[in-house]
């Protein structure tokens, strides 16, 4: 057969490998109300994998079927743990749905932390808790509070090599990390996006 016969028939080929391909996969969505929730962190199977509103939309979260755990987490709210089993094509929607937590902010947390990281939505951890995005802590407005004393810091993003430092605030004390998360491969940073 001549080339010009044959290229119709790759195309068409191709096109059904391509739509096969999505139909494998599931889709997950999320269903957030407040802002709380929507700023929420999203662990998937352990994984971080971003902020609930960064989930949305095009920015859909594809997953191969099979039983997975999704994790979301916001200071000051209880952790909400879903296990879902997907289908091959599935589109699922978790209805994010936080409670807060009996835990309350100290009024000793005079301390306050500004952070200013790319890529700004990166997570954040303090004292191996999730704390937040960094875009919640960096710009007019924004801090994180925290008791006076020494704290272990990580921002990671999966993709990343994660940033850990200690800082050492005193009462009142006002002090700003900036730093640019270093690209690596995802077996060097994935799995070090953990909560700790």
Known sequence: MSNRRMMPIALILLIGVVGAEDRVQSELRFAAHTKDEKTAGV????????FVKELAGD????????KHEI?????WYNEFVKQV???????????????KSARLPTKDATGELKIAAT??????FV??????HVDEFDGVGK??????????????????????TMV????????????DLVKGSITEAGSQVIKQ
């Not at 662990?43 to 971003?50: F, R, T």
């Not at 089993?85 to 409670?99: H, S």
């Not at 050492?168 to 730093?179: G, M, W, Y």
């Open 43 to 50: 662990w998937v199977d352990g994984q971080y994998v971003g």
């Open 71 to 75: 994790v979301i987490r916001q200071a």
């Open 119 to 124: 890529p700004s939505r990166a997570a954040v």
């Open 59 to 66: 920015k859909k979260l594809m997953l191969l079927p099979g």
């Open 168 to 179: 050492d605030l005193r009462p009142q004390q006002k002090l700003k990390i900036q730093t």
């Open 127 to 132: 004292d191996g808790q999730y704390a937040g």
């Open 85 to 99: 089993i997907l289908e091959p094509g599935q589109i699922e929607q978790i209805n994010v749905a936080l409670v």
């Open 143 to 164: 801090a994180m509070l925290l008791t006076p004393g020494q704290h272990r810091l990580r921002i990671a993003l999966p993709g990343y090599l994660p940033f850990d």
